[in-house]
């Protein structure tokens, strides 16, 4: 049985490959009366959309969305929601040797290992290209959680961290690397360059925060906000760790550090003010009311130009090389991608909650 699915009361499908005609979703559990139309969703496709720089894929696709179903006369109408991307810059070609041999850390043996047959143009199904259509998905997923805000950011890249002294948000679209730190953008340039003309690439951590989530979201143990934001952080392609709140830092902390003090709150009873954010917005499953915050860990991009030693399908040693167009830090788009996966949790856990607590 395949999964292609996410999501409990909003819940959205993916479908198409790298090479395919075209890729898409269907979001089902949308709430009707919403305004909705492809202007809503572009500007989320265009933010992740590759070639706009010479630090990513050179592959040239415009990611224009187009409705199916689901909208009449610029509003939701209850039903599901189809949304089709068109592929239209395919280089099939390029992936001839890797129909022969398996580029590692990649999943074309595990994809073989568990079907018997894989389309190994640009990967399949395995692709980050997949990642447009959840884009698209959380656009809608905006749309129903209208009172929060979600920012995702590249906090490091190849080692390279941030200043957060630096932190300025309103630089954070005015750069090729989603930096809020304008010295570290400077310093990415030079290092992703240097990756992308010696044919190698780079991992990074985006960051993720989501203000105005209300309290109260989320549920105790098998649908913890928490842990469904795990899965979906997981779920992209190339994701190789998630920290929440203080993450790992969390087992280095004592209790009295690690706590989160609460005060008497300005908005009335019952509604403190917390003196620190350790837990990233999220006590016992669910929401406290505070920013929620989540990093994500990309692993350098898989494709690389350089030989790497494999064997190929018939069990043979092998060395291979990846030829085709390839980000040289897949991270970078991954920021618009962690934002969707952050508004499509969110969105749900809305509903989720709605539907127990009224």
């Known amino acids: 049985m395949s999964f292609n699915s996410f999501g409990r009361v909003f819940r959205f499908t993916t479908w198409g490959e790298s090479h395919g005609p075209a890729l898409g979703a269907v979001v089902d559990g949308c709430p009707p009366g919403l305004m909705l139309s492809e202007a809503n969703i572009q500007p989320f496709l265009d933010k992740r959309r590759p070639g706009t720089s010479k630090y990513t894929t050179q592959r040239q696709e415009p990611d224009m969305v187009?409705?199916?179903?689901?909208?009449?006369?610029?509003?939701?109408?209850?039903?599901?929601?189809?949304?089709?991307?068109?592929?239209?810059?395919?280089?099939?070609?390029?992936?001839?040797?890797?129909?022969?041999?398996?580029?590692?850390?990649?999943?074309?043996?595990s994809y073989d290992a568990k079907y018997g047959f894989r389309d190994y143009r640009g990967g399949g199904r395995s692709s980050?290209?997949?990642?447009?259509?959840?884009?698209?998905?959380?656009?809608?997923?905006?749309?129903?959680?209208?009172?929060?805000?979600?920012?995702?950011y590249v906090t490091e890249i190849g080692g390279d961290k941030i200043n957060h002294e630096n932190f300025d948000a309103d630089y954070i679209d005015q750069n090729p690397f989603f930096c809020p730190d304008r010295d570290a953008a400077a310093r990415w340039a030079n290092l992703v360059d240097d990756a992308r003309k010696s044919g190698s690439s780079l991992g990074a951590v985006v960051e993720c925060v989501a203000s105005g989530v209300p309290a109260g979201w989320g549920a105790p143990i098998y649908a913890k906000l928490d842990s469904e934001l795990a899965a979906a952080m997981?779920?992209?392609?190339?994701?190789?760790?998630?920290?929440?709140?203080?993450?790992?830092d969390a087992a280095r902390l004592t209790g009295e550090t690690n706590a989160d003090p609460m005060r008497p709150g300005a908005d009335g009873p019952g509604k403190?003010?917390?003196?620190?954010?350790?837990?990233?917005?999220?006590?016992?499953?669910?929401?406290?009311?505070?920013?929620?915050?989540?990093?994500?860990?990309?692993?350098?991009?898989?494709?690389?130009?350089?030989?790497?030693e494999t064997i190929n399908q018939n069990g043979e040693a092998a060395n291979i090389i990846t030829k085709g167009r390839h980000d040289p830090c897949v991270g970078i788009r991954g920021a618009p991608v962690v934002e969707a996966m952050m508004a499509l949790v969110l969105a749900d856990q809305k509903l989720l909650h709605r539907a127990q607590c009224g």
């Open 272 to 308: 403190p003010e917390f003196l620190a954010n350790n837990a990233g917005g999220i006590a016992g499953g669910i929401s406290t009311g505070q920013p929620v915050i989540c990093r994500v860990a990309f692993k350098p991009t898989s494709s690389i130009l350089n030989p790497v």
């Open 128 to 152: 980050a290209r997949e990642t447009a259509a959840r884009v698209a998905a959380g656009a809608i997923a905006r749309a129903v959680i209208s009172e929060v805000k979600i920012m995702a």
């Open 66 to 109: 187009r409705i199916l179903s689901g909208v009449f006369e610029g509003r939701t109408t209850g039903t599901p929601i189809s949304l089709m991307i068109e592929n239209v810059d395919q280089r099939s070609k390029d992936y001839g040797d890797v129909a022969k041999a398996y580029r590692p850390g990649h999943a074309d043996y």
């Open 234 to 248: 997981m779920s992209i392609n190339a994701v190789k760790g998630i920290e929440i709140g203080a993450g790992f």
